[in-house]
């Protein structure tokens, strides 16, 4: 199963109105392009800033921002935290809807939850779903760093999504794509697994380099 493009639909997640939510939702985004082809996402804050991940901008000389409409945009890195792995962009001339950061800590094991991404071997703006799981013992041992400070879902994200935002039903910012887990994951009861960091956890430091 990969994450697919607003065009497909998917049974398993009508619960979720994910049509509706997604439309409201992908306004906010941007699909971010490299010139070291390390693509990923990230999304509008305070009408100006588009927040990703640092590791997305990290190696590469020069990006573009692109909006849900094709339309491109330049701008400019004001703030890199790689401990948190968090970037923020002042952008130029754009005229957008921002998110609204919602309450990470709120979200409960078995929550729902849309992430929008930029997909290296698909389609800009894709979107996939997953629910908040609990990493069984061996599981959390083993990846102790990310389970320490991101939070598990059972969501098939790949390579560009990286930056990109999660939302929770109310179409609030709760969480930005990490990481994608590839090992092998049968011996579980979930097919798919990734981290998303909690935007409680980074707030404070969005918010204070984004006045």
């Known amino acids: 199963m990969e994450s697919s493009a607003i065009t497909e ?8 109105n994910i049509e509706s939510l997604y439309d409201d939702c992908v306004k906010k985004t941007f699909s971010i392009f490299t010139s070291n082809n390390n693509n990923g996402a990230g999304f509008l804050y305070k009408d100006k800033y588009v927040i ?6 990290s190696e ?6 692109i909006d849900i409409n094709k339309n491109e945009y330049s701008g400019t890195i004001i703030f890199s ?20 950061f919602g309450d990470s800590d709120a979200l409960l094991t078995g929550d729902e939850v849309l992430l929008i ?14 629910k908040r ?16 400070k991101l939070i598990p879902l059972d969501a098939n994200i790949v ?24 090992d092998d994951l049968s011996e579980y009861e979930f097919d798919y697994l990734c981290f998303i960091i909690p935007i409680n956890r980074v707030k404070e430091i969005i918010e204070a380099n984004t006045n």
């Open 159 to 182: 390579s560009g999504y990286s930056g990109g935002p999660a939302f929770n039903k109310n179409g609030e910012l709760i969480e930005i794509n990490n990481a994608g887990y590839i």
């Open 60 to 65: 590469s000389d020069s990006f573009t921002l």
């Open 117 to 130: 991404g930029n997909p290296a071997s698909g389609v800009p703006f894709s979107f996939s779903t997953g």
């Open 9 to 16: 639909s998917s049974p398993a997640v009508e619960p979720f």
């Open 52 to 57: 990703t991940n640092e590791h997305v901008l």
């Open 81 to 100: 935290d790689k401990s948190n792995d968090i970037a923020i962009i002042e952008i130029n001339d754009y005229k957008g809807e921002s998110v609204i």
């Open 133 to 148: 799981i609990e990493l069984p013992e061996k599981l959390k041992n083993k990846l102790r760093t990310l389970a320490d």
